[in-house]
């Protein structure tokens, strides 16, 4: 899906920039309009332009949106106006960019504007998900209980996403630990031996010398190295920013061994808690897929809940869009259609959201127990061959002093 950059006029006239995935320049404009502003201009983001607009540093935390939603609950329940709870809340909270959204939202809240559209014009701060719900808890009346459970929505989220980069940074603290230690050896110890090898009249094993060549290239050759990692890194990105190469490579990471389980995992996860978070506060079941659908890092599992929506507006049951996409595990599917044949489907959605919590992290320690052993024995090889190819002509030199 093709990603988009806009720039458009809110309600009280202040420019807003940002960018969106859509199926084309109208599906934004509608967006767009639905959020309330006016787009002044929209264009379709290149390859190399694509991560352009990402506000660095802006982001709140999951964390953080939990203490706020959290404590706003515990003041509002305390009998404190709102607009006192607002000012309470912005003095203790440390977040700086969530301070300064908290101040904007009570800048406008004294103009006489809504909670829910006034955290709209912060809305890369609060997730629309979030301002959904405050809506929806304005419109019912019952706002302290938007909050409650978004304030539990973004702890299961905080914990999910703890889980998930637990599986991922050890890992990759080990790659870079043994790369580390093979750069070591082989721009600092190795040479060493060059030299002291290189005053005595001893034949060097051929994979001595494979291991010294290699070091004596490293040395004058590093620069090679970072450009071709950068290089990659670079290439990576502008595939992944194509249509065609993030499918691709979407498609590869539900494939890939022990962590295509995991990714699969995680997106039914967060289905699940979305839905179910935002079919208990009364919003519809089409505005909920899509506020899903936004939230999921795969694109596969993107489509599939664009999809859904679609049939679901024709008067489709949602299950059945479900199972026709055939990246949903049966469990979700069927769960989903339990919830719909008795009526209940946002406490079957919750049900389902704990279950894949829990499978989400079974399948995080059953990546880490299969990847901590190959991870030492891949270290173990690389140092091993090392220290072979030092102890070698060690070795030729002693055998040739006992023939003498």
């Given amino acids: 899906m093709p990603g988009y950059s806009y720039v458009a006029i809110d309600k009280k006239g202040k420019e807003k920039k ?49 203490v706020f939603s959290r404590q706003f609950v515990s003041i509002m329940q305390a009998g404190v106006p709102m607009k006192e709870a607002l000012e309470m809340l912005g003095e203790q909270t440390e977040n700086k960019n969530l301070k300064s959204a908290i101040a904007n939202v009570l800048a406008n809240i004294e103009k006489g504007n809504t909670l829910a559209d006034s955290m709209r014009g912060e809305s890369d701060i609060f997730p629309p998900m979030l301002i959904n719900m405050v809506e929806a808890g304005e419109s019912s009346g019952n706002l302290e209980m938007s909050f409650s459970r978004m ?16 599986a991922t940074i050890y890992p990759i ?35 001595t010398m494979a291991i010294m060549n290699a070091s004596k290239w490293t040395g004058t050759h590093w620069y090679i190295i970072l450009l071709a990692v950068l290089g990659i890194t670079a290439l990576y990105r502008i595939i992944y920013n194509t249509t065609q ?13 022990l962590f295509g389980k995991l990714t699969v995992k995680t997106a039914c996860a967060q289905f699940a808690r979305t839905t179910s978070t935002l079919l208990a506060a009364g919003i519809p079941t089409i505005e909920c897929l899509e506020t899903a659908s936004k939230l999921m890092k ?37 769960m989903t259609g339990i919830g719909e044949e008795t009526g209940n489907i946002e406490d079957m959605l919750e049900k389902l959201a704990d ?16 990847m901590e052993p190959m991870i030492i024995i891949f270290m173990a090889v690389l140092i091993g061959a090392l220290v072979i190819a030092v102890i070698m002509p060690i070795g ?3 055998e040739g002093l006992d023939n003498l």
């Fill in 355 to 370: 279950y894949y919590d829990e499978e989400v992290e079974i399948a995080t320690q059953s990546v880490l127990a299969a």
């Fill in 173 to 207: 603290f080990l790659v870079i630990a043994a790369i580390g230690v093979v750069l070591v050896m082989l721009l600092y110890v190795i040479p060493i031996f060059i030299d002291m090898f290189a005053d005595l009249d001893v034949e060097m094993p051929a994979f």
């Fill in 151 to 166: 304030a539990t929505h973004f702890e299961k989220e905080a914990k999910l996403k703890a889980t998930i980069r637990k």
């Fill in 298 to 334: 795969n694109i596969y599992f993107k489509d599939a809940l664009m999809d859904a929506r679609e049939e679901v507006m024709k008067g489709i049951p949602l299950s059945e869009p479900l199972q026709a996409s055939g990246i949903f595990p049966p469990m979700v599917y069927h």
């Fill in 245 to 257: 190469g993030r499918y691709a490579i979407d498609k590869v990471k539900m494939k890939i061994p």
């Fill in 18 to 66: 940002g960018s969106m995935e859509a199926e084309s320049r109208e599906k934004v404009t509608d967006a767009l309009k639905a959020d309330g502003l006016i787009p002044v201009s929209i264009t379709e983001q290149g390859a190399l332009n694509r991560d352009l607009n990402i506000s660095f540093g802006k982001k709140v935390k999951p964390r953080d949106l939990s």
């Fill in 396 to 398: 030729t030199m002693y």
